[in-house]
T-cell receptor, first 114, second 112 residues
Framework: GAGVSQSPSNKVTEKGKDVELRCDPI?????LYWYRQSLGQGLEFLIY????????KSGLPSDRFSAERTGGSVSTLTIQRTQQEDSAVYLC????????????FGQGTRLTVV | SQQGEEDPQALSIQEGENATMNCSYK?????LQWYRQNSGRGLVHLIL?????REKHSGRLRVTLDTSKKSSSLLITASRAADTASYFC????????????FGKGITLSVRP
């Protein structure tokens, strides 16, 4: 596709359930980011994939959060045993691997844990 | 942790006025970028300035970078109601893993 695609757009889940959020980056972009944004707040870095290097997982808030990127393209962010504080918009972005490049964002997944 | 810190947190101006937003950061950077966000969804890239550049223009946007003060400013000239949005600065680290780190953002309201 022409841009970064995220699915679903909205997800309502019950506390304690697992959720999977999907990100399809722009074709050819080897860098992929996941961020979380709570209402009215800034972007909280979660995880960063860069080519074939080991991902930077330093932003994952707990071991309930994990992400993978298959074949250097599609990425899935999984949240296990969701909690109400996990409610936020989850944003994915991709960019070319070289430095000094802009990131292109998807429209995000709004997760609501009830 | 946040790298960039924007200032002010909120700004309200009249259409036609200029809007100036500031960003400060803590560690060495490779580049600094400004993004815009409407309605709490995806961000759109506005402009990128490299660490060896001091000023850059794009349409009604002007960005400056002062690496000695670890600060940047974004100027929007002749603002329009459509410029109402949240604006974020993001810094690219030095080194091989140049991930983008965002500040908390500035809410700009342009009154018609």
């Amino acid at each position: 596709g022409a841009g970064v695609s995220q699915s679903p757009s909205n997800k309502v889940t019950e506390k304690g359930k697992d959720v999977e959020l999907r990100c399809d980056p722009i074709s050819g972009h080897t860098a992929l980011y996941w961020y979380r944004q709570s209402l009215g707040q800034g972007l909280e870095f979660l995880i960063y994939f860069q080519g074939n290097s080991a991902p930077d997982k330093s932003g994952l808030p707990s071991d309930r959060f994990s992400a993978e990127r298959t074949g250097g393209s599609v990425s899935t962010l999984t949240i296990q045993r969701t909690q109400q504080e996990d409610s936020a918009v989850y944003l994915c972005a991709s960019s070319l691997i070289r430095v000094n490049t802009e990131a292109f964002f998807g429209q995000g997944t709004r997760l609501t844990v009830v | 942790s946040q790298q960039g810190e924007e200032d002010p947190q909120a700004l309200s101006i009249q259409e036609g006025e200029n809007a100036t937003m500031n960003c400060s950061y803590k560690t060495s950077i490779n580049n600094l970028q400004w993004y815009r966000q409407n309605s709490g969804r995806g961000l759109v890239h506005l402009i990128l300035i490299r660490s060896n550049e001091r000023e850059k223009h794009s349409g009604r946007l002007r960005v400056t970078l002062d690496t000695s003060k670890k600060s940047s400013s974004l100027l929007i000239t002749a603002s329009r109601a459509a410029d109402t949005a949240s604006y974020f600065c993001a810094t690219g680290n030095t080194g091989a893993n140049s991930k983008l780190t965002f500040g908390k953002g500035i809410t700009l309201s342009v009154r018609p």
